[in-house]
């Protein structure tokens, strides 16, 4: 089996563009979720990236394609150059010595811009002139073709970024994209990890991306009970802690770029750490319905850690999905309890930092973990104080170990495992060893 290495790590996010510059804002525990102003209600606090930029020029020939990207893959695509970048390499040179054909690329999307169709506004307003509450689909159909773009179902496709990053790159190896929410991200590691291991690829990028931030996702999402009230501002994403209400939405992009580890040591790159297990389940709850199951990540987190021969005594730490939800977080903390077998072990929720994007959060908060790692501290879980009373009355709260503010690691080079879940109850979980 081939081995592959962490070389690259590419993220754009509310807080910022870049791993250092994300750590850095860890380390000072400053979230980029910010007031919009002239916004209200469940508008008013959100994570919004503010400078998007590309760290490579996109060339000529590609340059009119750009105007087909969503939001998200806008994001994605950022990400994605930002790891390149970052492992030492251009969009060139990351193909000396390594074929087309070889290269992998796998990308996990969230995107709900367009979910709307406020695109087709123009023409259903011309439509319904007359009646003012009856289509009339002839005029529906003269008006479509004066006054909606056809290409708004390149904007509109799970697979937006695809074609557009891989040309860009000449990534022309295995390849996927993959569209189911919070944990698809994960999933795309994996696929990138096992596209290397088996023999398949040479370099590998695994890329989340996605924006929730358009009106009809955010609607959609308070109607599920999802969203917080925001009555605290900022600061009322709270992870596991007894007062939580709900996620504050935001957008990013995140990327890991993988190598051949002989490769990457022939290359003098620097190497980050290894994916060294993953796992990838469905939990279902006991009831006709989508409500969350009693232990939502439990199976995900246990695969990956026999996968990785990792003890769980010896991470140093664990960081949940922590989308904030009553249910969500409580079903999580079960899970954690059910493994950890009564030793203490810290825990972290890193979504305040840069609100929850996603399919991005869960390789941009690998990436932070990575740097975290760097940093010697176990990230603290903003606006924290305290467990549910139920998990306080047995004892709980002296096992799960969290806390609003950074604790000094005891070890450089430990492993952490990082887990995401999305709504029906998928979840995906991955061990990652730092170096």
């Not at 620097?270 to 297990?277: A, C, D, S, T």
Request: net charge neutral.
């Amino acid at each position: 089996m081939k081995e592959a290495a962490i070389t690259g790590l590419g993220i754009i996010t509310s807080v910022g563009k870049g791993a250092d510059e994300h750590i850095r804002a860890v380390k000072d525990k400053q979230t980029g979720i910010k007031e919009r102003a002239g916004s209200g209600g469940i508008y008013k606090y959100q994570g919004v990236v503010n400078n998007l930029s590309y760290d490579f020029e996109i060339p000529a020939k590609l340059a009119g394609q750009m105007k087909f990207l969503n939001r998200g893959s806008t994001l994605g695509l950022s990400a994605a150059l930002n790891a390149i970048k970052d492992a030492g390499l251009t969009p060139e040179s990351c193909s000396v010595g390594i074929s087309p054909g070889r290269r992998a690329l796998y990308i996990a999307t969230g995107d709900f811009t367009k979910v709307g169709y406020d695109f087709m506004y123009p023409a259903t307003q011309a439509a319904a002139a007359v009646t003012g509450n009856v289509i009339d689909y002839e005029k529906l159909n003269k008006s479509a073709l004066a006054k909606v773009s056809p290409f708004f179902l390149l904007e509109s496709i799970s697979n937006n970024l695809f074609s557009v990053l891989s040309a860009v790159l000449d990534f022309k190896g295995p390849n996927t994209t993959l569209s189911s929410l919070s944990p698809c991200g994960g999933q795309a590691l994996e696929l990138a990890l096992r596209s290397i291991n088996q023999g398949r690829a040479d370099i590998a990028l695994a890329v989340g991306c996605g924006s929730w931030l358009s009106p009809v996702p955010m609607y959609e999402m308070e109607g599920l009970g999802l969203l917080s009230a925001c009555s605290a501002g900022a600061a009322s994403f709270r992870p596991f802690d007894r007062r939580r209400d709900g996620f504050i939405a935001g957008e990013g992009g995140a990327a890991i770029l993988l190598e051949r580890y002989d490769i990457a040591k022939s290359r003098g790159a620097k190497i980050y750490g290894f994916i060294r297990g993953v796992g990838n389940f469905v939990e279902l709850s006991d009831t006709p319905s989508i409500s969350v199951p009693e232990k939502v990540i439990e199976k995900c987190m246990l695969t990956a850690l026999r996968q990785s021969n990792t003890e769980v005594s010896s991470l140093s730490f664990i960081s949940p999905h922590g989308s904030g939800t009553k249910k969500g977080d409580a079903s999580e903390i079960r899970s954690v309890l059910s493994i950890i077998n009564g030793k203490p072990t810290p825990v972290c929720g890193m979504k305040p930092y840069t609100g929850h994007m996603g399919a991005a959060s869960d390789i941009g908060e690998i990436i932070i973990g990575i740097k975290t790692q760097e940093a010697m501290i176990i990230p603290a879980t903003p606006n924290f104080s305290s467990l549910d009373k139920t998990f306080i009355d047995s004892g709980d709260n002296k096992t799960i170990l969290i806390s609003d503010d950074h604790i000094q690691a005891s070890a450089k080079g430990n492993s952490f495992l990082s887990v995401s879940y999305g709504v029906g109850g998928q979840s995906s979980a991955v061990v990652v060893e730092t170096c």
